[in-house]
Structure formats: C-alpha cells, structure tokens
C-alpha cells in the first residue's frame, strides 16, 4: 500500500475488485484473475508510455520501469498473502457467506 495514499485510492481500489467479483459469477477465477493482471500491466505500460517523448527514450527506461512495478506489486501480494494467513478462517467464512 502507498505510504500516502490519497483520499480516493481505496474507492479505485475496490471498484476494480468488485469488477472482478463480479465476473467470477460467469468466468473461472483463474480466468479473471489473469484478466486482472494482464489489464494492469497494460494500463501501467500505457501511463508509463505518456511520461515519454519517443519509444527510444522508453526504451532506455524500460527495465527500470519494470522493476518498479513488480517491485510494488511484490510488496501488495506479500501484505495481502500475510494478512489472509493471519486472518484466514475468519476471511473464508465471509466469502462462504457472500457466495
């Protein structure tokens, strides 16, 4: 999670989740969750590409750009694995309950 987070990083956050929840109602959750990620590295290419005047620049950029976000992403999935271990009968049981 940002160190600081603005006041609607949260409300994005779980728009997209729910999204997601949502297609798990037609689609196999492997299905959506690459779905997920495939649409975020695209997105995260895309905003990275508008920082640059041309595709050379990017370039020069591009392995640090990728290390930042799998840097980032690697930091969530460890604080959300550890917090589902942590609190793991207590998570499924809601799940069970919504399904």
């Given amino acids: 999670m940002p160190k ?3 006041p609607h990083f949260f ?12 297609q798990l109602e037609q689609d196999v959750h492997g299905q959506v969750s690459a779905s997920l990620m495939y649409a975020s ?9 508008s920082g640059y005047k041309t ?3 990017m370039a020069a950029h591009k392995n640090a750009n ?8 690697r930091m969530a999935l ?13 998570y499924m049981a809601m799940s069970r309950n919504i399904a």
């Avoid at 694995?81 to 207590?90: A, G, Q």
């Fill in 4 to 6: 600081n987070p603005d």
């Fill in 41 to 49: 590295a695209r997105f995260s290419t895309s905003l990275t590409a």
């Fill in 78 to 90: 460890e604080e959300h694995m550890d917090d589902y271990i942590k609190n793991f009968d207590r």
């Fill in 55 to 57: 595709g050379a620049e």
């Fill in 11 to 22: 409300d994005r956050a779980n728009a997209h989740i729910n999204l997601a929840n949502d």
């Fill in 66 to 73: 990728i290390d930042y976000f799998v840097r980032e992403y």
